[in-house]
């Protein structure tokens, strides 16, 4: 059964950092499109980030304050949030786009996790 497990969501204040680790298991994503996307409130689901090999991609709201990595050893995706700013509130998720790169489009992806919730305060 394949899982995609999010953690390292919480509260924090603006201008703060938090790191986001998606363990996954199941079967093996090391040659697969990992990302992340994010959902508010009353908003549709956004691309964050995605990573593929050597390829990273970003949305224009997150490109130079979040930075996305993995390690295919320990079967885990992490994306590291800094200057968070109270626009970045929302759940996000981890998901795996098998075989393609198509990183912004969500209805690529496979599998998806449960989300995990970042808040932050003005």
């Known amino acids: 059964q394949v899982q995609l497990v999010e953690s390292g969501g919480g509260l924090v204040q603006a201008g703060g950092s938090l790191r986001l680790s998606c363990a996954t298991s199941g079967r093996t994503f090391s040659r697969d499109t990992m990302g992340w996307f994010r959902q508010a409130p009353g908003k549709e689901r956004e691309f964050v980030s995605a990573i593929n090999g050597g390829n990273t991609y970003y949305s224009d709201s997150v490109k130079g304050r979040f930075t996305i990595s993995r390690d295919n050893t320990k079967n885990m995706v992490y994306l590291q949030m800094n200057s968070l700013k109270p626009e970045d509130t929302a759940v996000y998720y981890c998901?795996?786009?098998?075989?393609?790169?198509?990183?912004?489009?969500?209805?690529?992806?496979?599998?998806w996790g449960q989300g995990t919730q970042v808040t932050v305060s003005s």
């Open positions: 998901a795996a786009e098998l075989g393609s790169w198509y990183p912004q489009q969500a209805g690529k992806y496979d599998y």
